[in-house]
């Protein structure tokens, strides 16, 4: 993996993310960039019949408001991008319909740091990226 096409990767995938495309071009923004890209994390071997990403139909139910409440002082979040939503009013919006796998998911050349234990959902979501394999 050659390190500009690398950064290219990575600037290419947070623009997507912070983007104003809806569902629907998000997504086929991010088969074409999985598709094309030198850097792509599909395996090399799979590209030629990479067709697209695996995605569960969109899910208006997959979309949660709820109120946030800072612990103390002022809420200021940045999302980082896709999925989480800062409202006004102190409110945020979840869409699990933007859920996506990392890079590891799909070749092990990538290292994926993966969430803690305690900051895992138990329960399926059945939105978003399906799994690659």
């Known amino acids: 993996m050659d390190d500009l096409d690398l950064l ?15 569902l629907a071009g998000f997504r ?4 074409e ?9 599909v395996p090399p071997a799979d590209r030629p019949g990479f067709t697209g990403l695996r995605w569960y139909p969109p899910d208006p139910s997959a979309v949660v408001e709820a109120p946030l409440r800072p612990a103390t002082g002022e809420l200021r979040i940045d999302t980082g991008g896709r999925g989480l939503t800062v409202l006004p009013g102190d409110r ?19 290292a994926c740091p993966l ?4 900051n895992r ?9 399906r799994a690659y394999h």
Not at 33 to 40: A, D, G, V, Y
Not at 121 to 129: H, M, N
């Open 33 to 41: 960039l999985f598709r094309t890209h030198p850097s792509s994390p």
């Open 121 to 129: 959902v138990d329960v399926p979501l059945r939105a978003g990226e």
């Open 28 to 31: 086929a923004a991010r088969d």
């Open 115 to 118: 969430a803690p234990p305690e």
């Open 8 to 22: 290219d990767w990575r600037e290419r995938v947070a623009r997507l993310y912070l983007s104003d495309l809806d």
């Open 92 to 110: 945020v919006r979840l869409d699990a319909n933007y859920l996506y796998n990392p890079s590891c998911a799909y070749d092990d050349r990538w």
